[in-house]
């Protein structure tokens, strides 16, 4: 049996680095390196950065079920009848998973609103029911979830107790639901919303079978593994792993100051090593700023883009003039390329402030106390090792720290346009250039003319309600031609999946915006700043290497790093197969 969920997994490991870390460092001889450890992290996700996971949808149809199966949870309570009076939330390694009470309950009518709450701050939401399929009251709340209050993008669809089929939890049962589904989740599809088919019942059951042949076939018959292959799908697309690998940077930064703790016994190895440190910070800390900065323009002009969607939707009534909608979508349409083309430009003056921040930074460290004491005396090294650019081909493997130091200084520092040592380091560059240069390359990333409608999918299954509006390019005209013996219930029907249908289009155009600003953000942050940082870890390894003898303490913060080096690689190696 599989079934696991990545993000769980991610929490357990990173939880249990921050754990050893924290261990290793607070046993150690030096009161530095003791002061360190008190500044790890307790957990990879704190309260407040925690990924909430909710579970909402019909009565009864087992949401409690399959969130025991997902989390091995034996305190969750399951069975008939209403078993959810209210939420529930369980922290289950920096994830939060909130089982909620079903919706439209005629016995409890209060249950609604307990749900709605909780299914505000939801990152992931699974809205469950049954094989049975949507009756309209709950079909009334799922599209109010997906449409009104925009959850389609942050929702899963689950179909539960799939073995009360004919043919059970088949591919063919599984078919026939998702032809019956697509007209209730129009103008989404199954596909979608990631539309999984388990029994949780069977899962369940397997776990306490005695015969492993039995329980391998309850468990596929149960159709977890699929449905958390979907949820780990999400959570990739999503980007939710950028929300560990901040607490890993720092746990990274710790651990690289405490291996720096332990002194080479060279005060010139000691103060440049803390030098590139201060260096590697800056760096680091600008690398996280960057990211939440922009989030909150992004979110601002999302919601204003959504805004625009609802003005429209509330125009489509019995008594719509076609003109004056079809006029006015356009202008729509206008504000939002304005609003997106604003955006970019908000976005490039965000970043390049954090930048410009950067630049003053790294300049104060190399105009500090330390660096002009240390520099001459590393050209002095230098000269005393007897290196010089021309000798370094030849140059003998070097035995005592002087030497290495000296080698080390000129690899790092020679300038062969010069023929001459050149500011060591760059201490007080970016890049090798000033950092204004690299701020004036920020808008290649976000395109200046970047057209939200080119990837918004309007039509999505809405063409059967052509006798209300069509689709016409990127624009949308509104046929509302109303015949004396029109039905009346069926005309409002059609006005309702229209409005429906805009308030979608406009979600989806947000919805498209949102990723492209912050897949471009992201691509930004790692050009500009991850091959400084991997150039300022190249120097702190070389340095280190000079040591011959290292201390038991040395090697295990080593391993330490390396080993958080390896998971945060790891998380963006996961983000990129989305990128």
Not at 226 to 249: A, H, Q
Request: glycine share 6%.
């Amino acid at each position: 049996m599989t079934g696991k969920f990545e993000i769980h997994e991610w929490a357990v490991r990173g939880n249990e680095l921050l754990e050893r870390s924290k261990e290793i460092l607070s046993s150690a001889p030096s009161e530095k390196v003791k002061s360190i450890s008190s500044r790890i992290p307790e957990c990879v996700l704190d309260s407040e950065n925690s990924i909430n996971l909710v579970f909402a949808g019909q009565y009864s149809a087992g949401k409690s079920s399959i969130l025991k199966v997902l989390t091995g949870r034996e305190d969750i309570a399951v069975g008939g009848g209403i078993t959810t009076e209210e939420t529930h939330s369980y922290d289950w390694n920096g994830i939060k998973v909130i089982d909620t009470p079903g919706v439209h309950t005629e016995l409890r009518p209060d249950h609604d609103e307990i749900t709605y709450r909780a299914i505000a701050d939801a990152d992931l939401l699974v809205f469950v029911t049954t094989n049975e399929l949507f009756d309209s009251h709950l079909a009334k709340h799922f599209r109010n979830l997906a449409i009104e209050r925009d959850k389609a993008h942050e929702m899963m669809l689950v179909i539960n107790k799939m073995r009360r089929c004919a043919k059970g939890n088949s591919p063919e049962a599984q078919n026939v639901i998702r032809e019956d589904i697509r007209k209730v989740l129009n103008p989404f599809s199954p596909e979608d919303l990631r539309t999984s088919f388990i029994d949780a019942e069977a899962a369940l059951e397997s776990k306490s079978e005695d015969d492993a042949d039995i329980s391998r076939i309850l468990w596929k018959k149960g159709g977890v593994d699929s449905f958390t292959e979907n949820l780990n799908d999400f959570v990739r697309e999503k980007g939710l792993t950028g929300r560990y690998s901040t607490t890993l940077y720092t746990l990274e930064q710790l651990l690289q100051e405490a291996l720096a703790s332990e002194s080479t016994g060279d005060k010139d190895v000691d103060a440049l090593e803390e030098l590139l440190l201060q260096r590697r910070r800056a760096l680091v800390e600008t690398q996280d700023r960057i990211p939440r900065a922009v989030e909150g323009e992004i979110q601002q002009s999302c919601s204003a883009i959504r805004h625009e969607g609802r003005k429209i939707s509330d125009m489509i009534n019995g008594s719509a003039d076609q003109k004056a909608v079809d006029q006015e979508l356009q202008k729509s349409q206008d504000r939002v390329q304005s609003i997106t083309e604003q955006l970019g430009q908000t976005v490039q003056v965000v970043i390049g402030k954090h930048m410009d921040d950067l630049e003053k930074r790294i300049d104060g460290i190399a105009n500090s106390e330390l660096a002009k004491e240390l520099l001459p005396r590393l050209e002095h090294r230098i000269e005393e090792a007897s290196i010089s650019p021309d000798t370094m081909s030849n140059l003998r493997k070097a035995s005592d720290v002087s030497s290495k130091l000296g080698e080390f200084l000129v690899r790092n520092s020679f300038k062969p346009n010069s023929g001459s040592i050149g500011e060591l380091f760059k201490l007080n560059q970016y890049s090798g250039t000033a950092t204004h240069n690299a701020v004036k390359a920020i808008g290649k990333f976000f395109g200046k003319k970047f057209k939200p409608w080119e990837a918004v999918k309007w039509t999505r299954n809405v063409a059967n309600v052509g006798r209300v509006f069509a689709v016409a390019g990127t624009v949308l005209t509104f046929v509302l031609q109303i015949k004396e013996d029109a039905d009346a219930a069926q005309l409002e029907s059609d006005l309702r999946e229209s409005r429906a249908a805009i308030r979608a289009g406009f979600n989806d155009a947000a919805h498209v915006i949102e990723m492209h600003y912050d897949q471009a953000t992201q691509t930004y942050v790692s050009s500009a700043l991850s091959s400084e940082i991997e150039d300022v870890d190249r120097q702190l390894s070389e340095l280190r290497n000079m040591q011959e003898v290292r201390s038991n303490l040395f090697e295990n913060i080593l391993a330490l790093l390396e080993e958080t080096r390896s998971l945060i690689q790891y998380l963006h190696s996961v983000d990129s197969q989305w990128g």
